[in-house]
């Protein structure tokens, strides 16, 4: 299993621009998050779902849109990118069998907005 | 609503010396769960231990210990005989479910280890 991949790994945006922050997961799992990671701080979420088509927000959902079409994949879209998105993005994702499973991260992808 | 306190930023110590990690957790759940990750210099998470608020045991793995005392709300991590290669920044966790399944996981700051020769 490659567990959970990320995709790109480091990325500049200009201003205003957009793009897709892609994650998969091989390994079925139902739940799968949205982190993000600025320096000095530890991990807030953006947006989380438990299975596909169910997307909710999780803390800082602001500027940032989801969608999850299958159980494997849980892209996360910028829209119009703003400097306060610099940051490192990870996706995570856990079975559904037990609460209080621990989640398995992706490893990251690190955003600069110039 | 749930907090991760870790007051410690950054801990340097000289290889083979012992060193604790503090975690002080706020949460009015009764049923909860802590987690200690790790972050390597290359960026990755590991998950290192989970811990059930019902399960107030210590735990050992090799050259790593847990105090868990829900008394004071706090869940300590110690390394023995520190190595370079524990050199990494380590998360704390807390984790509250959602209504609708999946959990929550709130984070401390983390504390940077640097592991000196």
């Known amino acids: 299993n490659a567990g959970v991949t990320q995709t790109p790994k480091f990325r500049i945006l200009k201003i205003g621009q957009s793009m897709t922050l892609q994650c998969t997961q091989d390994?079925?799992?139902?739940?799968m998050y949205w982190y993000r990671q600025d320096p000095g701080m530890g991990l807030k979420l953006i947006y989380y779902?438990?299975?596909?088509?169910?997307?909710d927000k999780g803390e800082v959902p602001n500027g940032y849109n989801v969608s999850r079409s299958t159980t494997e994949d849980f892209p996360l879209r910028l829209e119009l990118a703003a400097p306060s998105q610099t940051s490192v993005y990870f996706c995570?994702?856990?079975?559904?069998?037990?609460?209080?499973?621990?989640?398995?991260f992706g490893p990251g992808t690190r955003l600069t907005v110039l | 609503a749930q907090k991760v306190t870790q007051a410690q930023t950054e801990i340097s110590v000289v290889e083979k010396e012992d060193v604790t990690l503090d975690c002080v957790y706020e949460?009015?759940?009764?049923?909860?769960?802590l987690f200690w990750y790790k972050q390597p210099p290359s960026g990755e998470l590991v998950f290192l231990i989970r811990?059930?608020?019902?399960?107030?045991q210590n735990e050992i793995s090799g050259r790593y210990s847990w105090n868990f005392q829900k008394s004071t709300s706090s869940f300590n991590f110690t390394i023995t005989a520190s190595q370079v290669v524990d050199s990494a920044v380590y998360f704390c966790?807390?984790?509250?479910?959602?209504?609708?399944?999946?959990?929550?996981?709130?984070f401390g700051t983390g504390t940077q280890l640097k592991v000196e020769l």
């Open positions: 995570a994702s856990t079975p559904r069998d037990r609460v209080g499973n621990e989640q398995f």
């Open positions: 390994m079925n799992h139902n739940y």
């Open positions: 779902s438990v299975g596909a088509g169910i997307t």
């Open positions: 949460t009015r759940d009764t049923t909860y769960y």
């Open positions: 811990r059930n608020s019902f399960d107030e």
């Open positions: 966790a807390l984790s509250e479910p959602f209504t609708g399944g999946g959990n929550k996981l709130t």
